[in-house]
């Protein structure tokens, strides 16, 4: 039996990764989650209910800013793997509480890697997030591409914990896989989140908050995908750092995928424009060849399909709470 720790396991991505890892069987799975309100935390406690009865699933709830709380975890368990995605999300939201990122982000990661280090953990996957790149004029993003110049306190601390498991892995032994997420989206997505908040404002009759001219392109990225790029990361053995990117390989933008949920929902979007925000970067664009040389990664879901299945899946729960 392999003991995982999942932070932010009650989330969107963490959530679909213990429903994997329980699924697949030979895994006992604890999850680290302190359910904030930066979105409903009924939906979070929704994401991991039907697991509570699981005889391999286990629930702390806790912050990863407390080093005690985390302590008590690990000394419950020896965890073969830690796979760390717990973060405050969202690169807007940032620019009004950088501190509070920069708490969770930074000083969080750090508590457990020195968790990690200190307990021998055999791998740990950090779930950075394509913000990193910042306004990279080339295109596709290739891991290789320099990123130090976030635009974004999100993006700071993404790129700040992307150092710290590069410094652990060179230090201390901490074998880290750093995988870069391009604008993951599916069944469960945080409701702040675009492709949620239109389905949720178009299905209404309400006006959608458009930043900019709609030409704004991004590399969406169905959550199945992402999450079988997170499995190959988990049982990677290559270098003892490595940073991958985890994306569709393809650009749609904004006014395109406006016109794909019109289509799924039927219904027309009213648009209401605004000014383009700071933090904002004008394209996402993944090179994923190395995570396919490497992890075997290839996503399969292309984005007419991916937003069928969200569709699906926001009209069956979006009344359920």
Not at 187 to 211: C, E, N, T
Not at 227 to 235: H, K, S, T, W
Request: glycine share 10%; with cysteine.
């Amino acid at each position: 039996m392999r003991n995982v720790l999942v932070t932010g396991g009650a989330g969107f991505i963490g959530s679909h990764l213990v429903a994997r890892l329980l699924g697949e069987g030979g895994w006992r799975v604890h999850v680290v989650d302190d359910f904030n309100d930066f979105y409903d935390p009924r939906l979070k406690r929704r994401n991991v209910a039907p697991h509570l009865g699981h005889d391999e699933f286990r629930l702390h709830e806790a912050d990863i800013r407390d080093r005690a709380a985390l302590e008590r975890v690990f000394a419950g368990a020896d965890f073969d793997y830690i796979v760390h995605l717990a973060a405050r999300a969202g690169v807007r939201p940032s620019l009004s509480e950088p501190v509070l990122y920069a708490e969770t982000n930074v000083n969080g990661t750090l508590n457990l890697l020195e968790l990690a280090r200190a307990h021998g953990t055999g791998q740990f996957v950090f779930g950075s997030s394509s913000s990193v790149y910042g306004e990279n004029e080339k295109v596709p993003f290739a891991e290789d591409d320099p990123v130090a110049r976030p635009i974004s306190p999100y993006a700071a601390t993404k790129a700040a914990g992307e150092l710290l498991c590069h410094t652990y892995s060179h230090l201390f032994g901490v074998r880290s896989v750093c995988l870069r997420f391009f604008t993951v989206y599916g069944a469960r997505q945080r409701p702040d989140l675009a492709i949620h908040k239109f389905a949720r404002l178009i299905s209404a009759g309400q006006p959608i908050p458009v930043f900019g001219d709609g030409t704004t392109r991004r590399d969406y990225t169905y959550v199945d995908d992402i999450i079988a790029g997170v499995r190959a990361a988990m049982d990677y053995r290559g270098g003892a750092y490595e940073v991958f990117n985890l994306g569709e390989s393809r650009t749609v933008s904004l006014a395109e995928l406006i016109a794909l949920l019109e289509r799924e929902l039927g219904h027309k979007a009213v648009i209401e424009r605004q000014p383009t925000q700071p933090g904002d970067v004008p394209q996402t664009f993944a090179d994923v060849t190395k995570a396919r040389r490497l992890l075997g990664y290839d996503p399969r879901t292309p984005i007419e399909e991916g937003i069928r299945r969200f569709v699906e899946w926001f009209k069956a729960s979006k009344d359920s709470l």
